[in-house]
């Protein structure tokens, strides 16, 4: 067995005292690509930022490549992709720029950025097929293709773990083909994958492994389950609305 | 032209180009988080520091500095914890520091000119410590802000992200909030506290309508900034109206020029491109 990346075990996650999460234990080992999968408000947003720290756990605990959360300090090894882009303010920001904060954790903040960072923020922006956007703002971008730009700030980083938020809600498809490419290319180089997803689409070929929350807790852990009622159906519009399943962040505020 | 023989023109002068330059350098992060009134809400609270400083008989602008820098720590904490009751609690630091400012300053023997001249600038009265000191904490400012624009950047931009990325988050927080105080402390000799947020903000304001990235929006407002402070300067000294409102007045006027002119040319731009085959992005569709 490869080596535990991710350890959650007994986790418990609550918001203003309802309970999210209640005693949820998982597992992800080196190279499996892992999709979280559940319905809006069944946790499993709740469940990806606890591993992050981005959500303090009431009880449990989480190692991240077998050290405690506390004392994790190896950022650089981790890299995120969140639900969408922030609103980011008013001030403008060209895709370049936006990629180039993913070398921040590998680089440090006082060194200024050098020729490597330069070149792993053009093999990224090369990977998810933006190297012709890297010079307009990302607010001109559409939803998919400024999802394609958070992946590549993470894929800057390089990476061993990518944990992904929903990363294909209404996203084009043209988008979640290239998404899916640039998630291939990261698990074929050896890299371990945790991603939330509504529906898995292009992606489902990679996924290794579905876990299924239900109400706060794992209801399923194994192959990735087949389609069942409604959801089969081919022309099942998979449009839900998408409200806040969890308390605005400091962020988003 | 001859007036700015004088020394305390150059005086005036040099202070007004160091904070013009500093100002949006330190808004555009501001701006960014969406927090463009916090500059405001500091200059109230720097005014209770102008009054102890008066009537401790301290220097003003230093005690201002400790008490600004208090302030912005405050509001910032009270940012972090992300409370609805926020909103509240900033509106009670904004107006208790601009009601204790006035009752300090009325407690000291100091007269209503000299409370003007902090809550509008004054330009003309900078003495040769107080331009080290506006040149010494500018300079340090840009410096620090130039710097660590990265990091600053992705903090402003997506503070999630930031965290995940390891970054010093809090402290980078910390550390906007502190330039923040510098920024207005230095500035209120020049515009008053009344009118900083002005000069942090309308650059960065007026270099958007017309740049597509974080980086060249710096330049360009730190651009706008220079030019405002020094064209303001030179139109006080020369018509003879307060240097301050004067700066202010003309940052304003660079916005409203650059949004018609920006205006002017979209509208010409769209025009072209319907003449040809229109581009049609492919419409979102969502896979099952």
Known sequence: MNAPVITVTRGA??????????DVSLTVTAGEVVAVLGANG???STLIRAVLGLVPLHAGSVALFGVPLRRFRQWQRIGYVPQRLGAGGGVPATVREVVASGRLARRGVL????????????????????????????????GGQQQRTLIARALA?????LVLDEPTAGVDAASQEAFAGALRGFVDGGGTVLLVAHELGPL????????????????????VPEPAGHHADPDHDHVHPHGPDEPAGLWSS | MELFQYPYMQRALIGA????????????????????LIGDGVGHVALTGVGAGLLLNRSP??????????GAITIELVRARGRTSGDLALALLFYGGIAGGVTLVGLSDATSAKLNAYLFGSLTTISPQDLTTIVVLGVALLVTMLALRPALFAVCHDEEYARVAGLPVRALNMLIAVGTAVTVTIAMRAVGVLLISALMVVPVATAQQVTRGFRSTMAAAMALGLFAAGSGVWVAANADTAPGASVVLLAIASFLVVAVAGAGWRAVRRRRTTTGTAVVEPPEVVLS
Do not use: F
């Open chain 1, 13 to 22: 996650v609550g918001y203003d005292g309802r309970p999210v999460l209640r």
């Open chain 1, 157 to 161: 980083g390089e990476p061993e773990l």
């Open chain 2, 61 to 70: 602008v230093l005690v201002a500095v400790i008490v600004a820098t208090l």
């Open chain 1, 111 to 142: 060194r200024p950025p050098g020729r490597a960072d330069r070149v792993a923020v053009d093999a990224a922006l090369t990977a998810v097929g933006l190297a012709d956007r890297a010079g307009d703002p990302v607010a001109t971008l559409s």
């Open chain 1, 204 to 223: 489902r070929p990679l996924i290794t492994r579905a876990v299924v929350v239900h109400h706060g807790g794992i209801a399923h852990d194994g192959a």
């Open chain 1, 42 to 44: 069944s946790g499993k």
């Open chain 2, 17 to 36: 180009l160091v904070i013009g330059l500093a100002a949006p350098a330190l808004g555009i992060y501001l701006v960014q988080r969406r927090l463009a």
